[in-house]
């Protein structure tokens, strides 16, 4: 596609549900990282999948978050048993290469979730 | 300390003035620095990329980046209206996958 698309824009759901993020990355990019960014803060990393690969999960907060990147181009971050802290935006980036080098991210548009 | 120290503003100048926008880390590890620009509702675009200490320049943009003081700098000349985002500094160390971001420092430029 055109460029990193995530989905929905807007979650809104109840505490102790259960929600999907989905995110599609740029077609051919090898890299896919999951941000999360707090109102008036920078992103902070969750998550790195190369391919299919999650090679670096240690930014999760609990393991109430989990990711899968099965055939390595679409991905879900699914947070289980949400509670009102996770409330945030979810921002999914892409990179063409994912190698040692420092290479531009390209950011989708976030998806928003509030947990009442 | 924080790995990165970031003035989250707001920062207000007149159209047209030089704008400097700054962050420091602790990190001696971080290899590349950038910057990058988020307008509203919308997420981060790269704006700049450097390897080493110095200057790069592009366009009205100039990064600057001091290893040795473990600070760097995104100068704006001739600001424009449509400058008015959130600057975020970045940086990575080869082989983390980690690209850490400092807090971004809210830019308006006034017509």
């Not at chain 1, 947070?79 to 290479?103: H, K, V, W």
């Not at chain 1, 390209?106 to 979730?113: E, Y």
């Not at chain 2, 988020?38 to 675009?45: D, L, T, V």
């Amino acid at each position: 596609g055109a460029g990193v698309s995530q989905s929905p824009r807007y979650k809104v759901t109840k505490r102790g549900q259960d929600v999907a993020l989905r995110c599609d990355p740029i077609s051919g990019h090898v890299s896919l990282y999951w941000y999360r960014q707090a109102l008036g803060q920078g992103p902070e990393f969750l998550t790195y999948f190369n391919y299919e690969a999650q090679q670096d999960k240690s930014g999760l907060p609990n393991d109430r978050f989990s990711a899968e990147r099965p055939e390595g181009s679409i991905s879900t971050l699914t947070i289980q048993r949400t509670e009102q802290r996770d409330s945030a935006m979810y921002r999914c980036a892409s990179s063409l290469t994912g190698g040692p080098l420092g290479e531009k991210l390209f950011f989708g548009s976030g998806t928003q979730l509030s947990v009442l | 300390q924080k790995e990165v120290e970031q003035d989250p503003g707001p920062l207000s100048v007149p159209e047209g003035a030089i704008v400097s926008l700054n962050c420091t880390y602790s990190n001696s590890a971080f290899q590349y620095f950038m910057w990058y620009r988020q307008y509203s509702r919308k997420g981060p675009e790269l704006l700049m990329y450097t390897y080493s200490s110095g200057n790069k320049e592009d366009g009205r943009f100039t990064a600057q980046v001091d290893k040795s003081s473990k600070y760097i700098s995104l100068f704006i000349r001739d600001s424009q209206p449509s400058d008015s985002a959130t600057y975020l500094c970045a940086f990575y160390t080869s082989g983390t996958y980690k690209y850490i971001f400092g807090t971004g420092t809210r830019l308006k430029v006034l017509a």
